[in-house]
């Protein structure tokens, strides 16, 4: 049997009362999410992050790119034959 969809749909609760609607909607408090204070401390952040750890910058090499379009640095054997708009553009933008 075919059903059109467009037609207007009639339900029982077309009659319903609008005390009856507000009593079906959930509190705007229901969706707080209740924290076990004895088991919340595993998920709490640092207060001092360590700076420790050192970078190592390198500049890119003569054999390598960067690509105009993800500006990630890449060797030349990945360098498409298409040339972007801003520069030289890596196989996998192409």
């Known amino acids: 049997m075919?059903?059109?969809y467009d037609a207007p749909r009639k339900n029982d609760?077309?009659?319903e009362s609008i005390e009856a609607i507000k009593e079906r909607i959930p509190d705007k408090l229901s969706g707080v999410v209740d924290v076990d204070e004895e088991h919340g401390e595993g998920f709490a952040l640092p207060d001092v992050i360590s700076e420790d750890h050192d970078v190592v910058v390198v500049p890119a090499?003569?054999?390598e790119f960067t690509c105009s379009e993800c500006?990630?640095?890449k060797h030349h054997s990945l360098m498409s034959t298409r040339k972007g708009k801003y520069g030289q553009v890596c196989i996998e933008c192409e």
Do not use: G, N, P
Request: charged share 40%; aromatic share 8%.
């Open 13 to 15: 609760d077309d009659t």
């Open 71 to 73: 500006f990630i640095v």
């Open 2 to 4: 075919a059903t059109d």
């Open 61 to 63: 090499q003569d054999d």
